[in-house]
């Protein structure tokens, strides 16, 4: 008989804010395939014998997502119940949702375990809420490994400027002097605040705050390094007024 994918979101990365159905999903697997982003604690609270690394490979090659599409459902037609655990949740940013069509095209059984996104749990740690009635009624987030100056970007920062909405950038460490550029000349007010988050609700969170004229100084002055969360909007300084009430 088939047996079963689970596509697990395992929330940003502290143990206790993995959903019950994740742990158990988790105990209970007969194989899981993970990347890093899950975070050792989580990786590491799975037998080794039962879990696969599907991330980064020697010299820095990644594993094709076309590998893995094949892993899951040679697996899953071994009879096997398994877990592709991924970081935050498996449908923002993840490719759950390439995995699950994938699933669906070879008629594999899949079911979707969503999980906390990062894009809204790091902000909320660090004292920045997605949205505030007096500053941002509309929250998008944003791939930072788009490159903004490239001829058919799919992010359109000009328009995301003229929203006046929250922007949370995932995985846009390195390219932060590229996007911040990009919506100052779409218009955007250098002043607005911005935040950084690396490695958020675990051991070694940090926070760079500062505008969007000077965020890139103040990211190499604090040594932001991925995984870390962009914050851009009004909602970035409401930080400054409740930061000594964080548990960092």
Known sequence: MTGKVYLVGSGPGDPELL????????DEADVVLHDKLPGPEIIESVPEERRI???KRA???RTPQSEI?????ELARDGKTVVRLKGGDAF????GGEEMLYLADHEVPFEVVPGVTSAVAAP???GIPATHREHASSVSFVTGHEDPAKEESAVNW???AATEGTIVVLMGVTRLPDYTA???????DPETPVALVERATRSGQTVATGTLDTIVERRDEVGIEPPAVTVIGGVAGIREEVVRWLDE
């Not at 990009?182 to 955007?188: I, K, Y």
């Open 19 to 26: 959903t019950v159905k994740a742990r158990r999903l988790l």
């Open 53 to 55: 690394d599907v991330g």
């Open 59 to 61: 010299h820095g090659d």
């Open 69 to 73: 599409n094949e892993r899951l459902v």
């Open 92 to 95: 923002v940013f993840g490719r």
């Open 124 to 126: 909320g740690v660090a």
């Open 158 to 160: 000009e328009a995301l």
């Open 182 to 188: 990009a919506l100052r000349e779409a218009g955007m």
